[in-house]
């Protein structure tokens, strides 16, 4: 690797570097059931940044999980949140209870106080923003940094793609640091981002194949199999009640989560629940129909949450050189530019 290419990326994140604590200003994607202890731990000893995908863990699990995770490694990581947890004010106080250095909370706009809740036994806050006016807010609330996530990524995803995020944001706010997420699978276009004003990237998608993953086999032959126009979103059926779309592989569970939603959307149509119940419970679908494809390796009927990045995967590897390649290749770029 040149050395003068890799000072220069040094430059390029350093900002990113120096709010994580690590070598590489790479954010490992919190994806549940899949971005537990051995992953996490992984991407954080290699240089990268590991998240904990709390999911829908209960504050004892997640205790479990960070000590497990401590275990493994020295490192820094963070621990993601989902906001519209019933126990995200308990949730926060076992990150407490370990010292967790960075909170990612995700999954809706966080309120201020839990915002503060967080800051105030001094972790660092990450807030997901899906547009300009979101992420003034989410600053003036005391998020410490943002991750703009692309409609490109795998799971629950915005509206827009990553490519325009980038261009609306990263011009704009310059008060904390901007990870891009959703669709970057290459160094180059981790560079490209950079070049732009990120202060670095996340990915989740190519750390599935990972050899430290945890997920099943058939899960990981299903992304190496796949290509990038096999990651599809799902549809709301009623715009009365919205709810967040899930890129994923197509398969009979895509359809089962259709008739899943008409269920639900019926209850509370009739009454029989309130709209955040409705939307837990659609919450709980697809936290069993992953865990069915991510641990029993049920790709039929499971959710294979992908980006549509999955179409660079293609092939199981240690996460050491999953970041290897990405730096290589934003590198080269840079040693091209120098020799021209």
Not at 87 to 101: A, M, N, R, Y
Not at 289 to 313: F, H, N, P, T
């Amino acid at each position: 690797m040149n050395e003068a290419a890799k000072q220069k990326l040094d430059k390029l994140w350093a900002r990113g570097r120096d709010f994580l604590g690590c070598e590489y200003a790479i954010l490992g994607g919190a994806m549940s059931w899949v971005s537990e202890r051995n992953l996490v731990s992984a991407l954080s000893n290699a240089g990268g940044f590991g998240v904990i995908a709390c999911g829908s863990m209960s504050p004892d699990l997640l205790s479990e999980e960070i000590a497990a995770t401590k275990a493994l490694t020295d490192k820094p990581f963070g621990v993601n949140l989902i906001t519209m947890h019933p126990d995200l004010e308990k949730l926060i106080d076992v990150c407490k209870d370990h010292d967790v250095s960075h909170v990612v909370l995700a999954g809706g706009l966080p309120s201020g106080a839990s915002i503060k809740q967080v800051k105030d036994f001094g972790a660092k806050v990450i807030c997901f923003s899906p547009a300009l006016v979101l992420a003034k807010r989410l600053i003036r609330n005391g998020a410490d940094a943002l991750v703009i996530e692309g409609a490109e990524a795998g799971g629950h995803i915005g509206p827009v793609v990553t490519s325009v995020l980038a261009q609306e944001i990263l011009p704009e706010i310059k008060d904390v640091p901007i990870f891009v997420a959703g669709g970057i699978g290459r160094g180059e276009a981790m560079l490209s981002y950079l070049e732009m004003g990120a202060a670095g990237v996340q990915l989740g998608t190519r750390f599935v194949c990972a050899t430290e993953c945890i997920a099943h086999e058939n899960f990981k032959k299903a992304f190496i199999r796949a290509g990038a126009k096999d990651a599809m979103t799902t549809l709301q059926i009623d715009p009365n009640f919205p709810v967040i779309p899930v890129r994923a592989l197509n398969n009979k569970g895509t359809q089962e989560f259709m008739a899943t939603q008409r269920r639900v959307i019926e209850k509370f149509n009739n009454g029989e629940l309130e709209k955040h119940a409705a939307q837990l419970e659609i919450e709980h679908f697809w936290a069993g129909a992953l865990r069915k494809a991510v641990i029993d390796g049920d790709v039929e009927y499971g959710s294979v949450m992908a980006g549509q990045s999955v179409g660079m995967v293609k092939k199981e590897q240690p996460v050491a050189e999953i970041l290897e390649e990405l730096v290589e290749q934003a590198c080269e770029v840079l040693t091209t530019r120098q020799s021209a």
